[in-house]
């Protein structure tokens, strides 16, 4: 296919991925060695292992990499990379005998932290196969760290100012002026909070493999659990606590996060988005709590409990369930179907629209309020006390016009499909904004297995395009990314 | 209230009340003569003229017109001369009987060309009573090209150039530069295209009361019937396909009309958003078309006939019905849900968001694309072969970010009242885009005195400020609009 479009770089391309190939090999050596500890089966990731790493190395042997990539090269890389590592990584899945559909589904669903699934009866897997399907989020995780912060600002993407103050720690101190660094110290970070909430599990009373799966799917928002109960299965509050804590701490920004364990430890609680994101918490889960102490005649603990837990969970991308929220009234699951739209912070794990987003959009319909009545005020839009520039607030509305787009057209095709408005509707937004389980067919004890065939294909579109920020996808079916 | 705010000058604002209710006063003398006519009790009509009337009289008498208007003296005369119309309008459905609320609400539903209805049984009521009802959306659909071509422009309303961008007849070619003439010839063009569509529909054996009534509130895209069954009721493909052309012809830009009637004969077909007007409700059309055939069993003739006319209905923002599309397949729902976002062409009595706010929006996104991979190039937003103005765009996005705030929230207190999802979100975006019907409780054979008091409430302003450009009512809730 790139063979017959001699102006972009596919050699760069084909190099780099081949670089992703060979470390996604070398990844799939944990679960290898979890299959020994466990007695499982080796052949799936013995497979895997040498299938992704000859790739890999064959890629990077036949193909060099040039000096530098343009911003076309770019997205290449990321949209194909992405793809490469959904299609690689279901290599297990589908020796574990699942159908291509399906592994490669579940594998994008790993990789792009959604947490939608289509496991039938999760516990009748094996517990390698269980734990490369945790993992594949935590990867994913890393990458979208990465994206966010080294690869998006490079390729001008949505915004590139906005991305780039959302780095405002390692970037703009000029501490570690190398995009490179700066990536790593992110990832540090999120490795670093990763084992606390391990050894926090730990404490808890959970087993060291449940802890370790379940820290992997809360870290990157993603949502995957071994067990078809989700977080229901430990019937624990502490361990909910615990969890719902470090979702928190994963849908807010790690730029944030290192410069407050690192240089100021007000640096979160300073930040526009943060402040938003606490709030829009706080009155969903106020509301939530309301709903169902009203509705579904739980006590005022209960009721918060749930509330709290299911807010952060939605509001993150994560997608864990202590309850089958499917059965709560309406009034509930509206509050929940709101924040399917609004996703967790930029720079964080979580998708969705974002938070800093919509913050911006309402401080742009402020604006044009406040000029009805004062046609000539000068009125800039100010994000953590700096002006916010107007390509900026281009980029965003672009963002979500795009978005919407895509949600309005794959909600059609799924309900042609024979799907419900419900279960079309949240099936829609559940994956294009990588937070897992909808509600009707496709609810948090239920799963995507019910999904025909070409609906499981826009479903991996889906979450293939809302994890790589739209444009990265939707920019290469523009005639203009294929001319000179 | 307003005494206590003296920085607004409140004797221009019910100076222009009065005239505006003794103007209502005297339509009111016009189903005060169809009551005589049908031998129907004369006392709700009488009574509505004699107050209506004294209290403009007074009004006018008390209070002078002083030279100029301000931008905020014009929002408070929009919005209380709408709310004004609505509770003087809904005095002869109380003395007919309906409680408070119910009166209200019908007249709301009415002057904003709503078309959602609290009446139970509406063949039960006197012929009078339903001519009033059908009248009060004419009416409102002649304040609203006033507002579009004469108010909002003066008003800077949500990108005033566009507004008068879209009166390009008589505005731009300066054949008639003053606004209360331009007001003038649109509400001629209003009155001769109904007064065609009464012998087109006379033509097809409808009787005089049934042509005009469905005149009014074809014209208005209101949607009001006096059948119960709406247009279904005369079972007639003709009656069908004369209604949907001039519901298509209101859903239009009326300068446009003018100008292809008096001026240019191609002008519709040169005009940007008439041609995306088209082009969506050819799309919506095939895929209904094709979503009813499928799943409803139907014939391709009666496939067609249903969705076209449905398609147009509900774009158009009237809300007849010729089945109950309730009972439709959710794949034919979302059709029609999506539809209720659009909304007609601005400049036409039609109400949602608007095609050309929907269109603009689109180019905005396609250029964030096109310079995604050219990011120095320069590329202005064309409509209509000239470039949209940046204050313009910010306007469009403001509007519909407002727009979709409200449909949240009042979403999300219609499901707290105990109103399913369905029925939440479509009675939302159906008052709010002065649609009329909605699925679910609210669908087009049913009515909305199911929704408790408070949820009437919502749905009241949700029509009131839906039908008033949605900035006119919420600059009012700015502290800004109250401080000098």
Chains 1, 2 share one sequence.
Not at 77 to 83: E, K, N, P, R, S
Not at 173 to 179: A, E, G, L, Q, S
Not at 459 to 475: P, Q, S
């Amino acid at each position: 296919m790139l063979i017959g479009v001699p102006y972009l770089n596919y050699s760069v391309i084909l190099n780099v991925l081949g670089g992703l190939l060979r470390f996604l090999g070398a990844i799939m050596l944990v679960p290898l060695c979890v299959a020994v500890y466990y007695g499982d089966s080796l052949y799936p990731f013995l497979a895997a292992v040498i299938i992704t790493g000859m790739t890999g190395i064959l890629l990077s042997h036949r193909y060099k990499a040039t000096t530098e990539w343009k911003a076309r090269e770019g997205f290449a890389i990321v949209a194909f990379g992405w793809l490469a590592a959904a299609v690689f990584g279901s290599i297990p899945f589908m020796l574990d005998g699942f159908s291509p559909i399906n592994a490669i589904f579940e594998s994008m669903s790993g990789f792009t932290t959604t947490g939608a699934t289509v496991l039938l009866d999760i516990e009748t897997h094996s517990q390698s196969i269980l734990f490369w399907r945790s993992m594949t989020q935590w990867i994913g995780g890393m990458g979208i760290i990465m994206l966010f912060i080294a690869i998006l600002p490079k390729l001008g993407v949505a915004g590139r100012q906005l991305f780039r103050a959302e780095a405002p720690g390692p970037t703009e101190d000029k501490i570690k002026p190398r995009i490179r660094e700066t990536a790593k110290i992110l990832w540090m970070v999120y490795v670093f909070i990763s084992i606390i909430e391990v050894i926090a599990l730990l404490l808890a009373k959970m087993s060291l493999y449940d802890a370790v799966t379940h820290t992997f799917t809360t870290m990157a928002c993603g949502g995957f659990s071994p067990y078809s109960q989700s977080i229901a299965a430990f019937d624990s509050p502490l361990i909910e606590g615990i969890i719902t804590f470090f979702m928190f701490v994963a849908g807010a920004n790690f730029a944030l996060h290192y410069r407050t364990l690192y240089t100021d430890r007000k640096s979160l609680f300073k930040d526009d988005e943060f402040k938003f994101y606490s709030l829009v918490i706080a009155i969903a889960t106020l509301v939530l709590t309301f709903s169902l102490w009203k509705d579904m005649g739980e006590t005022i603990f209960n009721s918060f409990r749930y509330a709290v837990f299911q807010v952060i969970s939605i509001t993150t991308s994560t997608g864990f369930a202590t309850v089958d929220f499917n059965l709560w009234t309406d009034s509930g699951k509206i509050v929940l179907l709101a924040l399917m739209f609004v996703g967790g912070c930029a720079g964080s794990t979580s998708g969705g629209i974002k938070v800093v987003r919509i913050l911006l959009l309402l401080k742009y319909a402020q604006r044009a309020l406040f000029k009805s009545v004062h046609p000539r005020a000068v009125k800039p839009i100010k994000f953590n006390e700096k002006t916010v520039p107007d390509d900026v607030m281009q980029a965003i509305v672009s963002f979500v016009v795009i978005y919407i787009m895509i949600f309005a057209v794959s909600t059609a095709l799924l309900s042609l499909m024979g799907l419900d408005l419900v279960s079309s509707i949240t099936a829609s937004i559940a994956t294009l904004g990588n937070i897992g389980p909808g509600f009707g067919l496709v609810g948090p004890m239920a799963n995507f297995d019910v999904v025909p065939f070409v609906g499981k294909l826009v479903l991996i579109i889906n979450m293939w395009i809302g994890r790589l920020e739209v444009f990265t996808v939707i920019v290469m079916l523009t005639p203009e990314f294929w001319r000179r």
